[in-house]
T-cell receptor, first 115, second 113 residues
């Protein structure tokens, strides 16, 4: 089946630094990617919708200057957590919509820990 | 707006016993329904989905779900669980097959020997 890869899978950073998480569709083109956030033992909350070549659409309450999303190509979207703080520690999961078939595939997630 | 309620946060079950995970949704428009499984520190794997047609949907790993429009439910079942079914299960709804999803709170299944 289609594969969506996230990198890094684990990252630890110091408070105040920025962290970039990549989401790649390995064997299909994705015009749309979605970024979710999952706190421990909780559900997934949609943060933003990323469309190739255009600005991301953020959900209510998500700071766009804090969580920068770039979707520069049909196979790559990046989420940058700027000036990270401990409360940004979370599991970030992306999903990508197959341009051809319209199906949705999820990445393996990236766990961010901010010290 | 859409919402999803998973009525059980945790479901302990013995190996080889049946299990049912309940999911109810609300939406002002027609929706597509999904069940995903998440193993620890991993992403989501699609178990099954309902887009249209037969209300009984069969998925991977022996799971099935039944869409009930009148009760706005999409309960997940497996007749005989294995230890390897221990995981978190999420019910989700979307307006289209490849659209953004609204997730339920999740149900943690713990299969005991």
């Amino acid at each position: 089946g289609a594969v969506v890869s996230q990198h890094p899978s684990w990252v630890i950073c110091k408070s105040g630094t920025s962290v970039k998480i990549e989401c790649r569709s390995l064997d299909f083109q994705a015009t749309t990617m979605f970024w979710y956030r999952q706190f421990p033992k909780q559900s997934l909350m949609l943060m933003a919708t990323s469309n190739e070549g255009s600005k991301a659409t953020y959900e209510q309450g998500v700071e766009k200057d804090k969580f920068l999303i770039n979707h520069a190509s049909l196979t790559l979207s990046t989420l940058t957590v700027t000036s990270a703080h401990p409360e940004d520690s979370s599991f970030y999961i992306c999903s990508a919509k197959d341009r051809a078939g319209g199906e949705l595939f999820f990445g393996e997630g990236s766990r961010l820990t901010v010290l | 707006a859409q919402s999803v309620t998973q009525l059980d946060s945790q479901v302990p079950v013995f190996e080889e016993a049946p299990v049912e995970l309940r999911c109810n949704y609300s939406s002002s428009v027609s929706v597509y329904l999904f069940w995903y499984v998440q193993y620890p520190n991993q992403g989501l794997q699609l178990l099954l989905k309902y887009l249209s047609g037969s209300t009984l949907v069969k998925g991977i790993n022996g799971f099935e779900a039944e869409f009930n429009k009148s009760q706005t439910s999409f309960h997940l079942r497996k007749p005989s669980v294995h230890i390897s079914d221990t995981a978190e299960y999420f019910c989700a709804v979307g307006k289209a097959a490849g659209n953004k999803l609204t997730f339920g709170g999740g149900t943690r299944v713990l299969v005991k020997p």
